[in-house]
Each structure stands twice: as C-alpha cells, then as structure tokens.
T-cell receptor, first 114, second 118 residues
C-alpha cells in the first residue's frame, strides 16, 4: 500500500507570494492533518480535515488555509508569504478515529521564503 | 491544552546497549493517546509506538517499549539492543480523544536527538 505522498518536495518562494502544497493520503484514510516544523517552534498543528470538512484548527493566522477533496486528497494554501513561513510542512493521514488509529506522515514539503 | 516536555535535547548510546528517552506530558483530559515518533535525516516521521491512556499495560514493539506512569504523567521510551539505524530525532506526542474535544491535533515535544556510537 502506498504511503502518504506530498508534493512538491521542495519549494522556493518570495515574500508576498502564495503557495499551495498537496497531500495524497494512504488509500482508505479519510483524515488528513497538516503540521509545520521549524527549528524554533518545533512541530505545530495547523489543521485537520475529515470527509471534506475542517474538523480541527491550530493557532495559525488566516493566511493558512486548506481543503480536502472527495477522494481525501488535501491541499494547504498559504497566502502573502512571510519569511517566518519557511518550514517543513508535514501531512499525516489516518483512518479518522482519533487516536485509535495512528497518523502516518509523508516526507514533507520544504518551503523556503526568500 | 496539552503540553509535552522532552528534557533531553541529545542522548548518546553505544551500539547494542539500552537507552531510555524521557517524556512528560500534561493534560486535563482522561481520554488521550501517547506516541513516540522517529524522524531520521530523511525527515519522514515514523511511528515507533503508541499507548492508550486507559490501558495500564505498557506498550511494546520489538526492541521498543514504554514506561507509562499515568499518575506522574510520564511516558519514557526504552530502546534495547540499539542499532545504527535507530539514530534519529525522537519525538514524544500526545493526542486528545474525541471525548476531550480533540481540538489541537498531535502535540509534540521538542525532540531528543539520539546518537548511536559504533
């Protein structure tokens, strides 16, 4: 069974631009969560989608948004990029029952803001 | 809100020996789960072991086992017979169950960098 696939692996943008990251979950998984990883703040939860609905949201500004499609694939969008948005963005999928089924992570997208 | 604390930024162990990574957490919920994830330089987060808070029995997965002390809110990871491939960042994480509202996703500690010396 294929794992969680994130595209692209690397991305370079400039301040003020916007970016869209993609995540394809493991087949059959309906929950997709997004995390931001930085050296200073560590791993922080962005949001979770389940059956095309945002189920939970972390403490991030409205510039960070996401969506989930009917095939469970998810996209994350960041608008008006800032230098501080440089990070590794990780996507994780699970069957959906919180905790009873663990989250499986992708390799992440490394976003660099110039 | 949950918090997870890993007090050891870095640990070093000789190959084939045993090492224990520490983790403490804080939550007001009774329904929660605890995890250890491993992140090698390839950066993919790999689930090492999972513990349900309502289970008193400590979880084990081959060479990996946990010492779950619920009253002390402690969740340490023991790696036996350490191998070179175990070298990685190890993250302790917690997750609230649905009955607790489950608003925050996984809460991670800052991580422990594990070095395996040949």
């Amino acid at each position: 069974k294929a794992g969680v696939t994130q595209t692209p692996r690397y991305l370079i943008k400039t301040r003020g631009q916007q970016v869209t990251l993609s995540c394809s979950p493991i087949s059959g998984h309906r929950s997709v969560s997004w995390y931001q990883q930085t050296p200073g703040q560590g791993l922080q939860f962005l949001f979770e989608y389940f059956s095309e609905t945002q189920r939970n949201k972390g403490n991030f500004p409205g510039r960070f948004s996401g969506r989930q499609f009917s095939n469970s694939r998810s996209e994350m969008n960041v608008s008006t990029l800032e230098l501080g948005d440089s990070a590794l963005y990780l996507c994780a999928s699970s069957l959906g029952d919180r905790g009873s089924q663990p989250q499986h992570f992708g390799d992440g997208t490394r976003l660099s803001i110039l | 809100a949950q918090t997870v604390t890993q007090s050891q930024p870095e640990m070093s162990v000789q190959e084939a020996e045993t090492v224990t990574l520490s983790c403490t957490y804080d939550t007001s919920e009774s329904d929660y789960y605890l995890f250890w994830y491993k992140q090698p330089p390839s950066r993919q987060m790999i689930l090492v072991i999972r513990q349900e808070a309502y289970k008193q029995q400590n979880a084990t997965e081959n060479r990996f086992s946990v010492n779950f002390q619920k009253a002390a809110k402690s969740f340490s990871l023991k790696i036996s017979d350490s191998q070179l491939g175990d070298a990685a960042m190890y993250f302790c994480a917690s997750l609230e169950g649905y009955s607790g509202g489950g608003a925050d996703g996984l809460t991670f500690g800052k991580g422990t960098h594990l070095i395996i010396q040949p």
